[in-house]
């Protein structure tokens, strides 16, 4: 055999071992390509985290893992999953999950083969399957936060709400208490007939919150006449105001109720102590836009709080104040889709509603 036959062997017998390579590199390839494709399907769906696995399984032993197993806590209880056969002498891919104390899982992947491209492709998916699963369990938690956050807002909401209808039953027994003839009892009651309405929709308001009572239904928007409802919220706060003008907005009843209510809160029971002083409402119309001036006498018993403070939460005023009242009232005014601000006089606090007006 000449050389020249030998050498022409030799470069066929090396072309059909790269043409093989290149054969079993593509399939390779193709079937990587297949699993990570499922795998960032999953990434669409809504699945919750410990489902991922059994999800991704099909996947995973498509793309040359051979064995996956997970154990660990999730929020305390202990789980643990096996899928695909048992796993021989291969080196495990290992990762652990974690969120806080909640959840810890470790997970082990084993490939069909400790060896070359094929182990490559493996590590690269096992991969893909972890930030698939981080990103799950990070989606978990953020959810669950904000779920955590609106049941403490709602809980402070509640506490306030609570504290202001408790303080009206104290202001009310107590000045029954004091009446000293049946004149003084008539006037509290001809009070409590007026008020009562008000406070009744206060504690309607507080079940249907803590029972979750027509949960699913949304408060509907109301066309409110401005005027009663400043002079039912300060009647239910048992002081004097005198109101100027009247005119129509579209609110949430409830949350305009909790703004005058938080407002008046503030001061009620100091009003209570000076018989002379009270508080003056001026409402004006401007194209779709409501104003409403309430002028609140700085008595001497409140704190000289610094303007900028006066809607952070936590600081009060006013003895055993909560530092609550203002935060909320301008909070439920912006959720209804108004504005509050203040100014700050030697004399009086004016607080400024902006409230969006009913269609006339």
């Known amino acids: 055999m000449t050389p020249y036959l030998i050498l022409s062997l030799i470069f066929v017998a090396a072309g059909l071992v790269l043409l093989a390579v290149v054969a079993y590199l593509a399939r390779l390839v193709r079937r990587h390509r ?4 499922a795998l960032l399907k999953l990434a669409k769906s809504d699945l919750d985290p410990l489902q991922l696995p059994a999800a991704a399984w099909p996947a995973l032993a498509d793309g040359g893992i051979k064995r996956l197993d997970f154990s660990g806590r999730w929020f305390g209880q202990p789980v643990q999953g096996t899928f695909g056969a048992a796993p021989d002498t291969s080196r495990p891919f290992s990762f652990k999950i974690t969120a806080s104390d909640d959840i810890r899982l470790d997970f082990h992947l084993y490939a069909r083969t400790d060896r070359g491209e094929a182990r490559l492709f493996s590590e690269n998916l096992a991969g893909v399957f972890r930030l698939l699963l981080e990103t799950a369990v990070h989606s978990k938690m953020q959810a669950l936060s904000a779920a955590l956050a609106e049941q403490a807002r709602l809980t402070l909401y509640l506490q306030h709400d609570l504290r202001n209808l408790a303080q009206w039953v104290e202001w009310l027994a ?19 007939g007026i008020g009562a309405p008000h406070a009744a929709a206060r504690a309607r308001h507080i079940l249907d919150a803590t029972c979750k009572r027509n949960a699913s239904v949304p408060p509907a928007l109301q066309t409110i006449a401005l005027r009663e409802a400043i002079a039912q919220a300060a009647e239910h706060a048992g002081i004097p105001v005198t109101i100027e003008q009247d005119a129509f907005v579209l ?3 409830d949350l305009l109720d909790r703004s005058l ?10 009003l209570r102590q000076h018989p002379g002083r009270n508080i003056s409402v001026v409402i004006s119309q401007t194209d779709d ?18 303007p900028e403070k006066l809607f952070e939460p936590f600081a009060s005023g006013r003895p055993g104040g909560l530092g609550l ?3 909320q009232a301008h909070k439920s ?3 209804a889709g108004g504005d509050l601000l203040a100014e700050l006089h030697e004399d009086n606090i004016c607080f400024m509603l902006n409230l969006p007006a009913a269609e006339k």
């Open 174 to 192: 107590a000045d029954f208490a004091d009446a000293r003839d049946d004149s003084a009892l008539l006037d509290v009651a001809r009070r409590l």
């Open 333 to 335: 005014l912006r959720e």
């Open 261 to 270: 209510d938080n407002l008046f809160a503030n001061v009620a029971s100091l």
């Open 34 to 37: 297949r699993a990570l494709s």
């Open 289 to 306: 836009k409501v104003n409403v001036r309430i002028q609140i006498p700085r008595l001497a018993e409140i704190a000289r709080l610094p």
């Open 325 to 327: 009242g203002l935060y």
């Open 251 to 253: 609110l949430q009843r």
